[in-house]
């Protein structure tokens, strides 16, 4: 069972050109203790107007996920 929860959350925008916000998702990061030293991390990324877009958001995050995993190894 979980001793503690700690939840982030945080709107996501790109930025047209002219630096207009285009349209917004909100990522949210959930941290679970899962005791022992273990902590579990729950990612979030809602709601997209297109596939392609999570889609393409998805592999993104999944690359930066694998990169943190490379990085907290060395």
């Known amino acids: ?43 979030h990324q809602a709601f997209f107007l297109f596939e392609a877009s999570r889609y393409g958001h998805a592999e993104g995050w999944k690359e930066t996920l694998d990169n943190r995993e490379r990085y907290l190894a060395a």
């Open 1 to 43: 069972m979980s001793a503690s929860i700690s939840e982030l959350g945080q709107p996501h925008a790109w930025q047209d050109e002219s630096g207009n916000a285009e349209h917004e998702t909100v990522v949210t990061i959930t941290l679970t203790d899962l005791g022992r030293g273990r902590t579990q991390l729950t990612f």
